[in-house]
């Protein structure tokens, strides 16, 4: 079965930086898409970035020129490098991965930036 394990949120100040992994395994296929997402307190959850199995990636513009989202194979490992982190970006960051119109989560990782 596939899992998605996400790690490396923390607690920063703001300005300060943090790399977010996401590890993955199962996966027989390889996904069309593998995004990240994010979820604040009492909000929905909301796309941050993604990128596709041929490179081209996206990003909210809220995090544009902050955030990169890269994979060095695109099936095993996903990473989130954030930089010139805001209050505001405080949410639990959900990795993912697509194929097939299915998506499947990874159960998330805290990340509070504190003023």
């Known amino acids: 079965q596939v899992q998605l394990v996400e790690s490396g949120g923390d607690l920063v100040q703001a300005g300060g930086s943090l790399r977010l992994s996401c590890a993955a395994s199962?996966?027989?296929?390889?996904?069309?898409?593998m995004a990240w997402y994010r979820q604040a307190p009492g909000k929905q959850r909301d796309l941050v970035a993604t990128?596709?199995?041929?490179?081209?990636?996206n990003y909210a513009d809220s995090v544009k020129d902050r955030f990169t989202i890269f994979t060095p194979d695109f099936k095993n490992t996903l990473y989130l490098q954030m930089r010139s982190l805001k209050p505001e970006d405080t949410a639990v960051y959900y990795c993912?991965?697509?194929?097939?119109?299915?998506?499947?989560w990874g159960q998330g990782t805290q990340v509070t930036v504190s003023s």
């Open positions: 993912a991965a697509v194929h097939g119109g299915v998506a499947y």
């Open positions: 199962g996966m027989i296929f390889r996904p069309s898409t």
């Open positions: 990128i596709s199995s041929g490179g081209s990636t």
